[in-house]
């Protein structure tokens, strides 16, 4: 399974950024999505994920502003990032991984590149 990520940037706190994941090379519906995100100088941590039948679940420090969503028709996950905070600094990785995962999940099966978002203060 290929990953490709997309839609990273530059954004000042409290705006908004809409990642996307665009999957290829296997079923998408076999797989659950994630996002996780490494800032400067930390581990890698869990954000969200989100299962085929769309059950999600989320990190503490982004529930209630980040949402995970998915279009199975187009093999694509996405993450809307609303009230953005400098700590939400990071280099974000869509990640997939059979059914059955434990949640949240430690690792993933299959990683994307990453894609860079900046939130300024």
């Known amino acids: 399974v290929q990953l490709q990520a997309s839609g990273g940037g530059l954004v000042q706190a409290g705006g908004s950024l809409r990642l996307s994941c665009v999957a290829s090379g296997g079923t998408f519906s076999h797989y659950d999505m994630a996002w996780f995100r490494q800032a400067p100088g930390k581990e890698r941590e869990f954000v969200a994920i989100i299962s085929f039948a769309r059950s999600t679940y989320y990190s503490d420090s982004v529930s209630g502003r980040f949402t995970i969503s998915r279009d199975n028709s187009q093999n694509t996950v996405y993450l809307q990032m609303n009230s953005l905070k400098p700590e939400d600094t990071a280099v974000y990785y869509c990640?997939?991984?059979?059914?059955?995962?434990?949640?949240?999940?430690?690792?993933?099966?299959?990683w994307g590149k990453g894609t860079l978002v900046t939130v300024s203060s």
């Open positions: 990640a997939a991984a059979g059914l059955g995962i434990a949640w949240p999940p430690r690792d993933m099966d299959y």
